[in-house]
């Protein structure tokens, strides 16, 4: 290995560590980590300003492809539409929450059960997944866990465990569609498979895993789930939905923007919109109906998590630059040999090994042409691969909190709202459920396609 992808890999194990001791704010580590990866890596070692300005991508701002986007193409270095999506989407967050959408939702969703915490947590999980097929994740996750959040304070119970089988179910549920997870639309567009290629093949698997991982999800987290006190909620006590509700013309319009962004996010591989257009327009049609209380919703975003994003693009930056991601990939392919069984195997769980900690949008789009590579070379099909690795780099991410954007938010809202989760907390949990998923579907594609 060269001084750089040893300098490289050193800073990236470095933050890992750091984040998960939780001494220091995490944004300020992935953005220290950075500056490291730009000045050493870059600059230092390799001494390339080209590689420091493909890292800092902001020329994508000036192309229309970063606005209006015919075919999918990977992203190189910091994912500026990423960052302008979840701020667009915080910013839409926000102002629902002040018209009092998500209260209402709460009430209404509690008078439904009948204020009953094992159907809501049922129910969320069911919700989350179904909606992250359609929808980006991290869109699902801001509106569930400011959901849950509420429905907690209201119905005193500890939050953590709905947000976390939400952030779960939400990774789990956009493996199923080719909209539903970065990866898959990158998959898809590359071989050229459909939105329902995916929901036949990659959908199954997650359907027979959504099942299991409620059922595992209930068994672990039953008793967190208990009410203050133990006792039932004297329903009489509680506001009626409607009472939730601050400003009918603010409800109404947060609604309409909210289902624009529906729309939008479902149609944008037909409108060709990329997700930095949608979430710029959702933000401007917010702020500019918020009218003078458009900037107490501007102080409202949650910029650590967008700086935190930054940074960790950055560091996973210098791992592609000096080609760290390249060798992993050719050491799937060397060590996989003629074996189909090993060789799919190996493409599932490493995929979802290194997205627990890697983001899985470049892994993804240095796989892809692997996989073409193995199918060619080694006669297996190109499907079966490819079903392999939507499936590992999807419900990989799940196993850390640094694994999916979906996590990051997730876990960032609740800690804004002073529940905290932390690194053993989430990985104690969601790692074994990663682990089961991961198995259920490396027989399902073992079954069906051998």
């Given at each position: 290995m060269s001084a750089a992808q040893i300098f490289a890999v050193v800073i990236f194990v470095a933050m890992f560590v750091m984040i998960v001791l939780d001494k220091i704010e995490r944004h300020f580590v992935t953005l220290g980590s950075g500056v490291l990866t730009l000045t050493v890596v870059f600059g230092i070692c390799m001494r390339d300003g080209k590689a420091i300005w493909n890292t800092l991508a902001l020329e994508g701002f000036v192309k229309k492809d970063?606005?209006?986007?015919?075919?999918?193409?990977?992203s190189k270095g910091i994912n500026w539409a990423t960052i302008l999506f979840i701020a667009g989407m915080m910013v839409m967050v926000e102002g629902m929450a002040k018209a009092g959408f998500f209260r209402w939702l709460c009430m209404k969703i509690a008078y439904m059960v009948k204020c009953k915490?094992?159907?809501i947590f049922i129910t969320f999980m069911v919700m989350s997944a179904v909606l992250s097929m359609f929808i980006d994740s991290i869109t699902v996750i801001l509106f569930l866990a400011a959901v849950t959040v509420e429905l907690a304070s209201l119905l005193k119970f500890n939050p953590v465990p709905m947000i976390l089988a939400e952030i779960f179910c939400a990774n789990l549920g956009g493996s199923a569609t080719m909209c539903g997870d970065p990866p898959n639309i990158i998959v898809g567009t590359s071989l050229g498979y459909s939105f329902f290629d995916f929901l036949t093949n990659t959908g199954v698997a997650a359907g027979i895993s959504l099942v299991v991982s409620i059922i595992f999800f209930y068994i672990v987290?039953?008793?967190?789930?208990?009410?203050?006190g133990g006792e039932p909620v004297d329903m009489s006590k509680l506001p009626k939905p409607s009472e939730a509700i601050t400003n009918k013309k603010d409800f109404v319009i947060s609604s309409i923007i909210f289902g624009c962004a529906v729309v939008l996010l479902i149609t944008h591989a037909m409108t060709h919109l990329t997700v930095a257009t949608i979430g710029i327009f959702i933000a401007a049609v917010t702020l500019i109906t918020a009218g003078k209380d458009a900037l107490g919703l501007l102080k409202k975003v949650d910029?650590?998590?967008l700086l935190?994003?930054?940074g960790l693009f950055v560091v996973v930056g210098g791992l592609e630059e000096t080609g760290i991601l390249e060798m992993i990939a050719d050491f799937i392919e060397k060590i996989s040999g003629g074996n189909v069984m090993m060789m799919i195997a190996i493409i599932l769980w490493v995929s979802a090994i290194a997205s627990a900690f890697v983001d899985n949008i470049p892994f993804a789009a240095t796989m892809v042409p692997v996989i073409q590579s193995l199918s060619e070379t080694a006669g297996v099909s190109l499907n079966t691969l490819a079903w392999?690795?939507?499936?590992?780099?999807?419900?990989?991410?799940?196993?850390?909190?640094?694994?999916?954007?979906?996590?990051?938010v997730g876990t960032s809202v609740a800690a804004k709202n002073g529940h905290p989760i932390g690194w053993g907390k989430y990985c104690r949990k969601l790692a074994p459920a990663t682990v089961?998923?991961?198995?259920?579907?490396?027989?399902?594609?073992?079954v069906r396609y051998l």
């Open positions: 970063f606005w209006y986007q015919v075919t999918e193409s990977e915490t094992i159907p987290f039953r008793k967190e789930l208990v009410t203050a910029y650590k998590t935190f994003f930054i392999a690795l939507s499936i590992g780099t999807d419900i990989g991410g799940s196993a850390t909190p640094i694994g999916a954007s979906a996590n990051v089961i998923v991961l198995a259920i579907s490396t027989v399902y594609i073992f």
